[in-house]
């Protein structure tokens, strides 16, 4: 591979959602055992709906590596039917937070345990002509994200959230996983924070991909590659 190309702060952040076509189990799984041999996270998430089959996150600081990835599972037999590309990051309303959350935010441990729920969407914040996020005071807008953060936190212990930045690399600006405990607590924490003015005024939400994260033999069993 050509040398690394990596984040000044954080890892590479890639979302693949794929869908079997002439998948080779034995060549999936080699794809994912080396890219964690590199030193790669791979979750593996057999997916519900027509949207996708399957679906690895894959986070790691070399983007290079996290595109061999990619080119390994498409060799695998996997049709890759939507993707998400972004970048951990620490939130610009609070840059400098304790190191242990600072860690948590940039060198996430995934998948956590006890949290097979899976949840992934995309979003943006909204430029209207009536309700434009960018031409709030920094105070202002730092104000409504601690109220959406409070609201988030009433789930803590039923839901992991890690919210990576994609401004300028991908559609949106900010994708979003969510691993819960039970399925409806992923339904229950994006309906109660959609309350947030932060949210209710100013979110705009793109495509939702729900799951099971389970081992890479579970989710490719359940998905018909055994």
């Not at 690399?169 to 924070?193: N, Q, R, S």
């Not at 309350?195 to 359940?222: K, N, Q, R, W």
Request: net charge negative; hydrophobic share 40%; with cysteine.
């Amino acid at each position: 591979m050509p040398p690394s190309l990596e984040p000044a702060v954080g890892w590479g952040v890639l979302h693949l959602f794929c869908k079997v076509a002439l998948g080779d189990a034995e060549a999936v799984t080699a794809a994912v055992k080396g890219a964690e041999g590199d030193g790669v996270q791979v979750v593996p998430a057999a997916m519900l709906g027509h949207k996708a089959d399957l679906a690895f996150m894959a986070l790691g600081p070399d983007l290079w590596r996290l595109r061999a990835l990619q080119t390994e599972l498409v060799g695998a037999g996997l049709e890759v039917v939507d993707s998400y590309v972004s970048l951990t990051e620490l939130s610009e309303y609070n840059p400098d937070p304790p190191e242990e959350l600072r860690n948590a935010r940039l060198h996430p441990n995934l998948p956590p345990e006890g949290k097979s729920a899976f949840c992934f969407y995309p979003m943006s914040k909204r430029r209207g002509d009536r309700h434009n996020w960018f031409t709030l005071p920094h105070d202002e807008r730092k104000e409504l994200m601690y109220a959406h953060g409070m609201s988030g936190r009433k789930f803590s212990g039923r839901v992991l959230q890690v919210v990576t930045g994609s401004t300028g690399i991908d559609d949106f600006e900010w994708g979003v996983t969510l691993f819960a405990v039970h399925p409806d607590d992923l339904k229950e924490v994006v309906y109660t924070m959609r309350f947030d003015e932060a949210s209710s005024l100013f979110a705009e939400f793109g495509p939702f991909y729900t799951g099971m994260v389970a081992t890479l033999p579970e989710v490719l069993a359940a998905v018909g590659l055994p």
